[in-house]
């Protein structure tokens, strides 16, 4: 089982910057994607960003430029450094592991709480 703890979420005013962190633990195999997805209220969860145990990453449109995502194979953590931050920035962000072995698994952590104020 893999189990993920978010951390660094906060209140901040628009043009803030925050640095989320995502621990993972339990049973993670090699070639893995992490990633950080967010859900605003009355919305579906995105992705915001992910990347791969290479080092391969993807961004949605609306953070490029803002937003780096980064990792740690050695700590199994990834990061989410967030520039400029907006209101519309405003989620609950969710760590994301997932893992294809035999079958496809996907993990969540609890998420933290972003707040941009105007």
């Known amino acids: 089982q893999v189990q993920l703890v978010e951390s660094g979420g906060g209140l901040v005013q628009a043009g803030g910057s925050l640095r989320l962190s995502c621990a993972a633990s339990?049973?993670?195999?090699?070639?893995?994607?992490m990633g950080w997805y967010r859900q605003a209220p009355g919305k579906q969860r995105e992705l915001v960003a992910d990347?791969?145990?290479?080092?391969?990453?993807n961004y949605a449109d609306s953070v490029k430029g803002r937003f780096t995502i980064s990792r740690d194979n050695a700590k199994n953590m990834v990061f989410l450094q967030m520039y400029s931050l907006k209101p519309e920035d405003t989620a609950v962000y969710y760590c994301?592991?997932?893992?294809?072995?035999?079958?496809?698994?996907?993990?969540w952590g609890q998420g933290t709480q972003v707040t941009v104020s105007s």
């Open positions: 990347i791969t145990s290479g080092g391969r990453s």
């Open positions: 339990g049973s993670i195999f090699r070639g893995n994607v």
């Open positions: 994301n592991l997932r893992q294809s072995v035999v079958v496809v698994a996907d993990y």
